[in-house]
């Protein structure tokens, strides 16, 4: 090859020209597939991403979801019969320093024999008591139940005979008393006369035992159960339908109007008409509450506890605000109807006591306290009375072994003379 050819091969411009644009057709051509593989990555990551957003988004929503159902099932199931020892076992597990956290001891000591205080050894001074925690005093004031029912009936029947109502049939007189402030609302009222037919013109005035019954109790169960034993052993015992408190019972009211509060508040009710009779020992009333009951009597107490001389809980549910704000979390879930132990109640059973703070107020108690409470109850777990016991001053608790929410016919005998003997002793 030629110089000439040479140059005119490679320094032809045209040939340069040339050479330069099938360089820059390449470099676009690089330049664009380039281009579409960024964007195709970065499509790929886009979606991919909206793929995790909407995974979460699902997730996110079937979780709400789910909560929602169950916290609807739950406020719809709250206070049922059949869900409520769950719930409760929920809510002591969710906040041991409300109540629970607790566990009895099997260990306990037995209580004394009838008559005598109910527990037995293990007596320490209010000084040395005052330093002990909660847990410590609960144990030392506790005693557990080992007499015989018959063992208990020998002793009260023993102990009536004495009674200067022996042989007496407890009298019944029946009033109907109006409530403060609401002329069409009254309270059927039944005063169990220890003394019988006697006139009461010619007698002393007599100590009274006001008997506070749980949901969907009404007076005549409990006339059934303490209130002849009671009226026997030679106290008035006053029994009384809390307005609403079950369907068909004989005061006024609607059981969708009805709580604790309310219930507390026909207890003061009570307590005022007593207080105006000649007859009664203004200084010697004892007031008595049963389950739910036992918080309303607390309620009453908080804010009456001069007209008492002292205090007796029958398996207390003093868990039951604690519960309330457990299950709803907030004021605003609470439904517009709820249901327990096949009642129908409104929102209002749940609001009236969701600011009722139960450890507090027992911790101010002023007046002996007697507790018993059943070793087998489900609906009131034996750690909430435990618990109560270590927090209220001057108190007792006797365990009855065996005995389930509400007693048997032997653990009332049991507990009715354990009531007998501590007003006895208090």
């Known amino acids: 090859m030629t110089s000439h050819d040479y140059t005119e091969t490679f320094a032809d411009p045209t040939n340069e020209a040339d050479d330069y644009r099938d360089h820059d057709d390449y470099r676009d051509e690089n330049d664009s597939r380039d281009k579409k593989a960024r964007s195709h990555h970065a499509g790929a990551r886009h979606f991919l991403v909206l793929l995790l957003a909407l995974a979460f988004v699902a997730a996110s929503a079937f979780f709400a979801f789910r909560t929602f159902s169950q916290g609807r099932a739950a406020r719809q199931t709250v206070v049922s019969g059949a869900t409520l020892p769950v719930r409760i076992q929920q809510a002591l597990k969710r906040d041991p320093r409300a109540f629970g956290g607790f566990t009895v001891p099997h260990d306990v000591d037995e209580c004394a024999t009838f008559g005598e205080q109910p527990i037995a050894g293990r007596k320490i001074s209010t000084q040395a008591e005052s330093t002990l925690s909660p847990t410590l005093r609960s144990r030392a004031r506790t005693c557990r139940e080992t007499h015989e029912p018959q063992e208990a009936l020998s002793w009260l029947e023993e102990r009536n005979q004495q009674s200067r109502f022996a042989g007496q049939t407890p009298a019944t007189e029946t009033v109907k008393v109006p409530v403060p402030g609401s002329p069409d609302q009254f309270l059927s009222v039944t005063r169990l006369r220890a003394a019988g037919q006697l006139s009461s013109d010619n007698l002393k005035p007599r100590p009274v035992v006001i008997c506070v019954s749980g949901l969907a109790v009404t007076q005549s169960a409990c006339r059934a159960s303490v209130g002849q034993r009671l009226a026997?052993?030679?106290?008035?015992?006053?029994?009384?339908?809390?307005?609403?408190?079950?369907?068909?019972?004989?005061?006024?009211?609607?059981?969708?109007?009805?709580?604790?509060?309310?219930?507390?508040?026909?207890?003061?009710?009570?307590?005022?008409?007593?207080?105006?009779?000649?007859?009664?020992?203004?200084?010697?009333?004892?007031?008595?509450?049963?389950?739910?009951?036992?918080?309303?009597?607390?309620?009453?107490?908080?804010?009456?506890?001069?007209?008492?001389?002292?205090?007796?809980?029958?398996y207390p549910a003093f868990m039951l605000p604690h519960l309330v704000r457990y299950v709803f979390q907030d004021k605003a879930l609470i439904p517009e109807q709820v249901t327990q132990f096949g009642v129908t109640l409104s929102r209002q059973y749940a609001t009236d006591i969701w600011d009722v703070d139960a450890n507090r107020w027992l911790a101010q108690i002023p007046v002996p306290t007697l507790i018993v409470q059943g070793m087998d109850d489900s609906v009131v777990p034996p750690d909430v009375s435990y618990r109560a016991v270590g927090e209220i001053p001057e108190s007792q608790l006797v365990l009855l072994?065996?005995?389930?929410?509400?007693?048997?016919?032997?653990?009332?005998?049991?507990?009715?003379?354990?009531?007998v003997s501590f007003i006895d002793n208090s």
């Open 232 to 314: 026997r052993a030679g106290y008035d015992v006053v029994l009384f339908d809390p307005r609403g408190i079950a369907p068909g019972a004989a005061s006024s009211g609607s059981t969708t109007t009805m709580s604790a509060k309310t219930e507390a508040q026909d207890a003061l009710t009570v307590t005022q008409w007593l207080r105006n009779q000649s007859d009664v020992n203004i200084q010697q009333i004892t007031l008595l509450g049963q389950s739910q009951g036992g918080l309303a009597a607390l309620i009453a107490l908080h804010e009456q506890s001069k007209w008492y001389a002292r205090a007796v809980f029958e």
């Open 401 to 419: 072994p065996g005995q389930p929410h509400g007693f048997n016919e032997d653990g009332t005998l049991l507990a009715c003379a354990r009531v």
